[in-house]
């Protein structure tokens, strides 16, 4: 499918999408990049029906264009008391620096959207112009509701194996999520392992194998970025870092002081945050990864449960080095200005980069 046939699609303007990030991405900041003629994105995996249904009411009462909404279709948790006691027992006196006891068990904070029925018939309801799924696909069921009631469906994508899962689903288009982007990997298996394939090479695989529109993300920044990965076949490019520096932002004073610093130069992917890999900026919390094994980590989100807990702790004293302070290798080339500032911006510096290919 062309750029132009995935914007009729989705109804917007440019081939630029805001990526939803869970904590950050507000409601104001999609509504604000989808009333600038890209696609905004609001990021739900995180709270349940009602919760997602009032992120979408505050979507609309800013603006009445198409915007995304995103799912994570994670495998449940399966708990292991003895793994997770001994991880509470491991924080435990880094807890003590900050005053505080680490929790008395640990829980499953987020429901899969796989066994989450309340959240499918709460989207059937509400018929967002977009849902994105990460981490995996739900049941077929789901997908055949979700296209039922004209929704646009994507799915993220981190190798080809995953790719064609998804085009078998009836997925509309797949986004390519490359090594190098900041965030939550999207793996299907968060026990497998990874191709590590970066945007560049990831887009060219599946626009060669899939029949679907390809959606770059990692490390795109600017015009220029997202001019590059439209030359490789892309039919447009999904921005998340970029963002996080924007007005609308929901990041901390500790996240955005981190974002600026050196720290944006030296980003990772971890396990000890979360439980599932991610690229986060090189902080206290990040620090920490290199000398736990993988099998001493709780599964997802369960980790995530005590890892919330250390960063409450720790800001309650002023230190903001243990937060989820996930970002891209692009992240030194974040902008802080408005939303619809920097889709402005990026605009400009797509047109002013494919005119030069023109000449």
């Not at 929790?103 to 977009?130: C, G, K």
């Not at 600017?222 to 520096?245: K, S």
């Not at 702790?313 to 903001?320: I, L, P, Q, S, V």
Request: hydrophobic share 50%; proline share 5%; with cysteine.
């Amino acid at each position: 499918m062309t750029t132009r046939l995935l914007h009729q699609l989705l109804g917007i303007e440019l081939p630029i999408i805001q990526a939803p990030m869970a904590g950050v991405s507000s409601p104001a900041m999609a509504a604000a990049v989808s009333e600038a003629g890209a696609l905004g994105s609001i990021a739900v995996g995180a709270t349940d029906a009602g919760g997602a249904r009032a992120m979408i009411v505050a979507v609309r009462e800013r603006t009445r264009r198409p915007f995304n909404v995103n799912l994570f279709c994670h495998r449940p948790a399966v708990t292991n008391g003895g793994v997770e006691r001994a991880w509470i027992d491991r924080f435990r006196d880094l807890f003590g620096q900050y005053g505080a006891a680490p929790p008395d068990h640990l829980s499953e904070i987020y429901q899969s959207f796989v066994t989450d029925d309340a959240m499918l018939r709460m989207l059937v309801a509400e018929r967002p112009a977009v849902v994105s799924f990460h981490f995996g696909l739900p049941p077929a069921e789901a997908i055949g509701a979700l296209r039922d009631a004209g929704i646009v469906l994507f799915a993220s994508a981190t190798n080809l194996a995953e790719a064609r899962a998804i085009a078998a689903t009836g997925v509309d288009a797949v986004v390519a999520q490359g090594w190098e982007a900041g965030g939550h990997r999207g793996v299907f298996d968060p026990d497998a392992p990874d191709d590590r394939l970066g945007t560049a090479a990831l887009v060219r695989q599946l626009v060669g194998a899939v029949d679907l529109p390809v959606i770059a993300a990692g490390g795109i920044m600017d015009g220029a970025g997202i001019a590059a990965a439209l030359r490789l076949g892309a039919a447009a490019a999904q921005l998340g870092t970029a963002f996080l520096a924007s007005d609308e932002s929901l990041a901390d004073a500790g996240y955005r002081a981190a974002l600026a610093s050196d720290a944006a130069y030296q980003t990772a992917i971890v396990r000890v945050v979360s439980g599932r890999p991610a690229r986060i900026l090189a902080n206290r919390f990040a620090a920490l990864d290199a000398d736990i094994a993988s099998a001493d980590i709780p599964a997802y989100p369960i980790a995530y449960d005590l890892g919330k807990a250390l960063n409450a702790a720790a800001k309650a004293r002023g230190e903001y080095g243990y937060g989820a302070q996930w970002a891209g290798q692009g992240a030194p080339f974040a902008r802080g200005m408005a939303a619809a500032d920097l889709v402005a911006a990026l605009a400009a510096e797509l047109s002013v980069a494919m005119e030069q290919d023109d000449g």
